[in-house]
């Protein structure tokens, strides 16, 4: 049973570019979330997918946008980066009919310079 | 709006110590409740959570947590630690809403056990 996976591992950008990252969800699960991990923080929530819509979101600009495909994998896609944007980005998957835990992937490191 | 307090960002303790990682919540609806560690360059991985019942929850590896509504806290225990239990440990609450929670996580508090 494959747990959640997450690509790519790592990612370099510069100022002003765009980047997508992926996330595969747990088997069974059909509700991806994404966070941000900035170094020596907490993970802070950005949005959440479920039936291919975005649920919740976090306090983060349009910058920030995400998609979710039938088969509940996702990506979220960061335009115009900045420095600030440096973080290891987290995805977590759960069952969106009333479960309680999310289970994370390895994450992200996006560097941008 | 729901926030967590990690009230220690660092413990140093020594192998075979007792250790306790201390976490408050503040809320005004019930809230589920979560430890996560993550090991270096490592994501989060789910350590205890309490949802109802029971007010004290156990981990397999040797970790207990206990709800307390009146002090808002949810302190993390072990009574004896290893040098495998360096990692950085977070405190996060989510409001039951029927599938569509998120976490709001602490800051982390970063446990370092010596031989």
């Known amino acids: 049973d494959a747990g959640v996976t997450q690509s790519p591992t790592h990612l370099i950008k510069t100022r002003g570019q765009q980047v997508t990252l992926r996330c595969s969800p747990k088997?069974?699960?059909?509700?991806v979330s994404w966070y941000q991990q900035a170094l020596g923080q907490g993970p802070q929530f950005i949005f959440q997918?479920?039936?291919?819509?975005?649920?919740q979101r976090g306090n983060f600009p349009d910058r920030f946008s995400g998609h979710q495909f039938p088969n509940y994998s996702s990506e979220l896609n960061v335009n115009a980066l900045l420095l600030g944007d440096s973080a290891l980005y987290l995805c977590?998957?759960?069952?969106?009919?009333?479960?309680?835990?999310?289970?994370f992937g390895p994450g992200t490191r996006l560097t941008v310079l | 709006a729901q926030s967590v307090t990690q009230l220690d960002s660092q413990v140093p303790v020594f192998e075979e110590a007792p250790v306790e990682l201390r976490c408050n919540y503040s809320s005004s609806v019930s809230v589920y409740l979560f430890w996560y560690v993550q090991y270096p360059n490592q994501g989060l991985q789910l350590l205890l959570k309490?949802?109802?019942?029971?007010?004290l929850v156990e981990s397999i590896n040797g970790f207990e947590a206990e709800f307390n509504k009146s002090q808002t806290s949810f302190h993390l225990r072990k009574p004896s630690v290893h040098i495998s239990d360096t990692a950085e440990y977070f405190c996060a609450v989510s409001v039951p809403q029927g599938g569509s929670e998120k976490l709001v996580f602490g800051k982390g508090t970063k446990l370092t056990v010596n031989p």
């Open positions: 088997s069974g699960h059909d509700t």
């Open positions: 997918y479920y039936e291919e819509e975005e649920r």
């Open positions: 977590a998957s759960s069952l969106g009919s009333g479960t309680d835990t999310q289970y």
């Open positions: 309490y949802l109802s019942g029971s007010t």
